[in-house]
């Protein structure tokens, strides 16, 4: 039961609190987008600041897949372990 509570409270964390602060210093781009400086989202109309966050944000996504793949394997052979081992 604990290793439940632990991981509800992560994927409440996870997404709460790292995807908002993402969005809210993203919105920073939307907020400051110039059609001058180049196409909308490319990294040349990004400033410094803008470029950190938008390639944090995408690394974070990478290490949640990552997580995702890992913990359906790991469900995955735990089925197996219960459900093709009891014969």
Known sequence: MKKIIIFVTLIIFDLTIIY???GLLL???DDSYQESKGEYWSLSSMTFQEKII???FQFWNIVNIIIIVYLVYKIISFIKKTYYNTG
């Open 27 to 29: 919105m920073i781009y």
């Open 20 to 22: 908002v602060a993402f």
């Open 54 to 56: 938008y390639l944090s």
